[in-house]
T-cell receptor, first 113, second 117 residues
Framework: KNEVEQSPQNLTAQEGEFITINCSYS?????LHWLQQHPGGGIVSLFM???GKKKHGRLIATINIQEKHSSLHITASHPRDSAVYIC???????????????FGKGTHLIIQP | DADVTQTPRNRITKTGKRIMLECSQT?????MYWYRQDPGLGLRLIYY???????NKGEISDGYSVSRQAQAKFSLSLESAIPNQTALYFC????????????????FGPGTRLTVL
């Protein structure tokens, strides 16, 4: 089974700071997802990547396949970015068939004004 | 309107009761999933279905059953609820995986908060 570790587990920062959340996994994957879980509980997909880097607004996701590591960056952080950020990987070792996911425990981010 | 809906959104029940959580989707996806989320743990897969005739157990299926009534509907049942099934339950959908296994996003419902007393 793929082990997915996220760090830090909790992060509190001031508005405007550059934020980095890390994700590492133990075995090869076909894709990695970054998800955002709002305080109300809803989950939305931010990024899906299998190589390189993706950018959407103030969010940037990178992945290093050789090092089995991904980072999610938030530039110019804002209180509305406060949420739980979840890393999930797809691999043959995940349950759920060909596109099953193994999830990290999440990083709880709080951005203070 | 939301693409993936779950009912109920909140439910409090007692030990031993039978509970059904329902999921509907308008995305036209074949694949549907049920996950549970517990504090301090990642989401864990309970059951998944690749079409109406295909149901598979996930990592933590004991104590649960499912029904895929149609492409758009996937229900999760707790036959006899117990307190350690208190959790946040999510339904998700995805499209068919491409031959290269590329990049199929999962779309999540809003979640059902279940409390078993």
């Amino acid at each position: 089974k793929n082990e997915v570790e996220q760090s830090p587990q909790n992060l509190t920062a001031q508005e405007g700071e550059f934020i980095t959340i890390n994700c590492s996994y133990s075995v090869g994957i076909s894709a990695l997802h970054w998800l955002q879980q709002h305080p109300g509980g809803g989950i939305v997909s931010l990024f899906m990547l299998s190589s390189g880097k993706k950018k959407h607004g103030r969010l940037i996701a990178t992945i290093n396949i050789q090092e089995k590591h991904s980072s999610l960056h938030i530039t110019a952080s804002h209180p509305r970015d406060s949420a739980v950020y979840i890393c999930a990987v797809r691999s043959p070792f995940s349950g759920g068939g060909a596109d099953g996911l193994t999830f990290g425990k999440g990083t709880h981010l709080i951005i203070q004004p | 309107d939301a693409d993936v809906t779950q009912t109920p959104r909140n439910r409090i029940t007692k030990t031993g009761k039978r509970i059904m959580l329902e999921c509907s989707q308008t995305k036209g996806h074949d694949r549907m999933y049920w996950y549970r989320q517990d504090p301090g743990l990642g989401l864990r897969l309970i059951y998944y279905s690749f079409d109406v005739k295909d149901i598979n157990k996930g990592e933590i299926s004991d104590g649960y059953s499912v029904s895929r009534q149609a492409q758009a509907k996937f229900s999760l049942s707790l036959e006899s609820a117990i307190p350690n099934q208190t959790a946040l339950y999510f339904c998700a959908t995805s499209d068919v995986v491409s031959p290269l296994g590329q990049n199929h996003e999962q779309f999540f419902g809003p979640g059902t908060r279940l409390t078993v007393l």
